[in-house]
């Protein structure tokens, strides 16, 4: 079994701070540790069981404890929330053999709902999570009601040498900060990824530390993705909503945006909001959530 951490020390304190920022969040919360065919996935449940279930995916190098701190409040007050860990990642999931031997998502997703008896459900993903709610999408459509898809483009084939070398470009915006995790360079990153004029990473002093043992104690996960023929998305297309940061890096880029535009995707740029755009502008983020989920 491969190991997610650097040392047992570095996913001691990790695990620690990932409790911390439990605790700030605010809400009644349940964790618990599932069997899935590719691993024990970790979820934190919160919210009212009557109310419209809501599955959130984080994104890579990131779990749902650091995620979801400034939207969570909101969201449990609509939803019956599940946060998932995403396997592989720097979260408390637990990837086995199979996960690293031929990890399938939507497989994944259907044993996660099947576990809490979700016939359908809203997704809300950021940057990776938006890749992962929309491949369960386009091979259960009939399980997912409408789709919250933040900080994302979507993996679609043939669309040329532009968007490949786009592709590239957005991951090189980690390089060199993820390969020297300093305090410095934690904050130096976090920047990067934010709007120029959010303070929301600095001013946690516990978001940050967290975010330094992410980059100093995991290891971390190649995503292997698949791109989808554009047929494949019309089945999506009347659900979900993309929010897109004015000033996000990896996500914003004319090309993207003629996309959306060329082939009617219902999309929204918020302003002064970067890749990590549900804590830059969380209170219009969670704004948009609730209005397009529940309308």
Same mark, same amino acid.
């Given at each position: 079994?491969?190991?997610?951490?650097?040392?047992?020390?570095?996913?001691?304190?990790?695990?620690?701070?990932?409790?911390?920022?439990?605790?700030?969040?605010?809400?009644?919360?349940?964790?618990? #540790?599932?069997?899935?065919?590719?691993?024990?996935?970790?979820?934190?449940?919160?919210?009212?069981?009557?109310?419209?279930?809501?599955?959130?995916?984080?994104?890579?190098?990131?779990?749902?404890?650091?995620?979801?701190?400034?939207?969570?409040?909101?969201?449990?007050?609509?939803?019956?929330?599940?946060?998932?860990?995403?396997?592989?990642?720097?979260?408390?999931?637990?990837?086995?053999?199979?996960?690293?031997?031929?990890?399938?998502?939507?497989?994944?997703?259907?044993?996660?709902?099947?576990?809490?008896?979700?016939s359908k459900a809203h997704m809300?993903?950021v940057s990776y999570g938006v890749?992962?709610?929309?491949?369960?999408?386009?091979?259960?459509?009939?399980?997912?009601?409408?789709?919250?898809?933040?900080?994302?483009?979507?993996?679609?084939?043939?669309?040329?040498?532009?968007?490949?070398?786009?592709?590239?470009?957005?991951?090189?915006?980690?390089?060199?900060?993820?390969?020297?995790?300093?305090?410095?360079?934690?904050? !130096?990153?976090?920047?990067?990824?934010?709007?120029?004029?959010? #303070?929301?990473?600095?001013?946690?002093?516990?978001?940050? !530390?967290?975010?330094?043992?992410?980059?100093?104690?995991? !290891?971390?996960?190649?995503?292997?993705? +698949?791109?989808?023929?554009?047929?494949?998305?019309?089945?999506? !297309?009347?659900?979900?909503?993309?929010? +897109?940061?004015?000033?996000?890096?990896?996500?914003y880029h004319p090309a993207y945006?003629?996309?959306?535009?060329?082939?009617?995707?219902?999309?929204?740029? +918020?302003?002064?909001?970067?890749?990590?755009?549900?804590?830059?502008?969380?209170?219009?983020?969670?704004?948009?959530?609730?209005?397009?989920? +529940?309308?």
């Open positions: 079994m491969k190991s997610r951490f650097r040392s047992l020390e570095g996913k001691q304190l990790l695990y620690e701070s990932y409790d911390r920022l439990l605790n700030l969040w605010g809400v009644d919360l349940e964790e618990q #540790d599932i069997d899935t065919r590719f691993g024990k996935t970790h979820v934190i449940i919160t919210g009212n069981k009557k109310n419209p279930p809501l599955i959130l995916f984080h994104g890579t190098g990131d779990n749902s404890a650091i995620m979801w701190i400034y939207n969570i409040k909101e969201l449990a007050q609509q939803f019956y929330v599940i946060a998932i860990d995403t396997l592989g990642g720097a979260g408390k999931s637990e990837p086995n053999d199979e996960y690293y031997n031929n990890f399938q998502p939507h497989l994944w997703i259907d044993d996660i709902l099947e576990t809490y008896n979700i809300a993903g890749y992962l709610a929309l491949s369960y999408e386009i091979r259960n459509p009939h399980r997912v009601d409408k789709i919250i898809c933040m900080a994302s483009f979507i993996p679609i084939k043939g669309l040329g040498l532009k968007y490949t070398l786009l592709g590239i470009k957005s991951v090189m915006v980690f390089f060199p900060e993820v390969l020297k995790p300093s305090e410095k360079n934690a904050l !130096k990153l976090l920047r990067k990824l934010g709007s120029p004029i959010s #303070d929301t990473h600095t001013m946690n002093n516990e978001l940050l !530390k967290h975010f330094l043992y992410i980059l100093k104690y995991s !290891k971390p996960e190649r995503r292997k993705f +698949i791109s989808y023929e554009m047929e494949a998305l019309s089945s999506f !297309k009347q659900k979900a909503l993309f929010l +897109i940061g004015d000033s996000d890096s990896i996500a945006i003629d996309f959306f535009k060329a082939n009617h995707f219902n999309y929204k740029i +918020i302003k002064d909001a970067g890749h990590s755009i549900n804590q830059d502008q969380s209170d219009i983020v969670n704004t948009e959530m609730t209005g397009y989920l +529940i309308g």
